[in-house]
């Protein structure tokens, strides 16, 4: 082989290789994972084991025609939606300040922001039940002032402000890159050519910053649709959500086709969500391009 030739080959081999213990680790906790449980959803439940190598469409059947599983997906994704919108609100403002701040004043605030990142979220949702509890800091001083209490614990309340507070970081950091990214000139050209606060930042710096924006909406949505420990501890199982309906009816039905069914459902709506959001913002990029 000439040397033309080997360098050529290297060249198409080198990024093969070091994309490569991506797609295995890739392929070890997420794909085949994910078709096990597709296999196990098509098999027939029974109460001695996990399931019966018996092919069945009967789990998907009784998954969407129940309303009650509806029902959950519906909530699941609505607290997706909100949960979204709310620390997209909240981030970017911060987000803005931190990118635009001295660099003494964005490593202070960056130190503020990872903080919580460093304790797990069991103990982050089990401090905002000491605070949201009926006998916590809001209500001792929400009675105290005559104006209170107020109901804050398991209900769809106590989940929303757990969930904004913890996955809040994660838009944050993802629209500060792109806002970081902005060549600060252009608000000053903007302003120097008539153009308001207000106006610069909706007619330059936002559209400029979707990138960020569609990463960040798209991580945190994903995590707030599949998170667990939270709307467990602060809704204490009142307020439903598809990966505590998955979990009780594996543990509790010991029903791990069906289980497997559901998730898999919800996976696909999921996935096609998210695959309209982005095909949407992409066209949105492109028009503001």
């Given at each position: ?19 490569l ?42 998954t969407?025609?129940d ?19 709310a ?14 701040a ?31 509890s ?37 838009m944050?950091?993802?629209?500060l ?21 207000w106006?610069?930042?909706l ?11 569609t ?8 995590l707030t ?22 979990v ?11 289980g ?30």
């Amino acid at each position: 082989m000439s040397t033309v030739a080997q360098r050529a080959s290297d060249r198409v081999r080198l990024p093969f290789l070091l994309i490569l213990p991506a797609f295995i680790v890739l392929g070890i906790f997420f794909v085949v994972p994910y078709l096990y449980l597709l296999f196990m959803s098509f098999m027939t439940h029974t109460p001695s084991a996990a399931y019966v190598r018996d092919f069945t469409l009967k789990n998907y059947e009784e998954t969407l025609r129940d309303t009650f599983v509806w029902k959950v997906i519906w909530q699941t994704l609505r607290f997706g939606f909100l949960t979204t919108l709310a620390t997209l609100v909240l981030s970017y403002p911060l987000a803005y300040h931190m990118a635009r701040a001295s660099s003494r004043v964005k490593g202070l605030l960056m130190i503020m922001l990872l903080a919580p990142l460093l304790v797990g979220i069991v103990i982050r949702s089990y401090g905002w039940m000491i605070v949201l509890s009926d006998n916590g800091l809001i209500n001792q001083l929400a009675t105290e002032l005559n104006v209170g209490p107020f109901s804050l614990m398991y209900n769809r309340t106590g989940v929303m402000i757990g969930l904004v507070h913890i996955y809040m970081p994660f838009m944050v950091l993802s629209i500060l890159g792109s806002l970081q990214a902005i060549d600060p000139d252009l608000e000053r050209a903007a302003r120097s050519l008539g153009a308001g606060t207000w106006k610069t930042l909706l007619r330059v710096t936002w559209p400029l910053s979707l990138p960020g924006v569609t990463s960040g909406s798209v991580l945190v949505f994903v995590l707030t649709v599949s998170a667990y420990v939270t709307p467990s501890l602060l809704g204490g199982y009142r307020v439903l959500t598809v990966p505590l309906l998955v979990v009780q009816t594996v543990q509790e039905l010991f029903d791990w086709p069906l289980g497997s069914a559901l998730a898999i459902v919800f996976f696909i709506i999921t996935i096609a969500i998210v695959g309209a959001y982005l095909k949407l913002m992409d066209r949105l990029m492109k028009g503001v391009a």
